[in-house]
């Protein structure tokens, strides 16, 4: 893969974008606002990088990060997502995204919603469960899969072909993957679940930043979402 869409260019995206320009990969980011607000960052990035309106990054590459708001998937051009691996990262606070009925009461899940409201595009969550400082300082690309040098990254999604586009995305960026399966699973990595967040963390009073990021082995992480109950 040569060119990953990053629709979203806030925390998690310029985070995700960082470590696929390092790994040698193009990236095309959007937000809501236009291509000319992210002139900074790319600058930051370097010539890897490029801005653009969100159906440009939905269609650059074969494989999309989506990471905005729940509340903004309506606002998205669904169409340009349609054939795509879509890397979704979304999670679902009532306080920001306004209340859900579908997610309050357990019978759906966030990446559900979005393989909804995007029809066409081969939905994978992934990233959702880690704090984007973290992220940032776990990733180890020069280590081998498999190594105990890696962190392991859960997964979820309907299409095989999909995941296994978003796994050698991983691989490329230093993350190992676990396959919690189907997408109406993705709830064992929600909020408010023994998978979301703490494992990555290693800090003894919960402030959180790159410098209390904690590896997480596949056993680990296997073990909390086994360990998820839906409330
Ligand atoms: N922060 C974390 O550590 C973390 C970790 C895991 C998962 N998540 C989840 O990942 C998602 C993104 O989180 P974040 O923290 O990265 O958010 P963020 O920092 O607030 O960034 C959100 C980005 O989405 C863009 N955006 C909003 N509406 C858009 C639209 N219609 N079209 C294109 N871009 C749009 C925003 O652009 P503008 O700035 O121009 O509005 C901004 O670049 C959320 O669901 C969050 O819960 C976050």
Known sequence: MTTLGIVGAGHIGSTVAR???DAGVDVV????????????????????ARAGTAT?????GDLVVLTVPLKALGDLPADAFDGQVVLDTGNYYPQRDGRIPDLDDGSSTASELTARTLPGA?????????????????????????????????????????????????????????????LAEGWRFQPDTPAYGLPYDGSSDGTWS???AKRVGAQELRDALTAATRG
């Open 19 to 21: 470590l696929a320009v």
């Open 29 to 48: 980011l959007a937000n809501s606002r236009g291509p000319e607000t992210l002139a900074d960052l790319v600058a930051d990035l370097g010539p890897r």
């Open 56 to 60: 440009d990054a939905a269609s650059a």
């Open 122 to 182: 081969r939905v994978v969550k992934v990233f959702n469960n880690i704090f984007f400082e973290h992220l940032g300082a776990l990733a180890r690309p020069e280590a081998p899969a498999g190594s105990d040098e890696r962190s392991v990254l859960a997964i979820a999604g309907d299409d095989t072909a999909a995941k296994q586009a978003a796994t050698e995305l991983l691989d490329t960026i230093g993350y190992d993957v676990v396959d919690a399966g189907p």
């Open 210 to 212: 790159g410098a209390t």
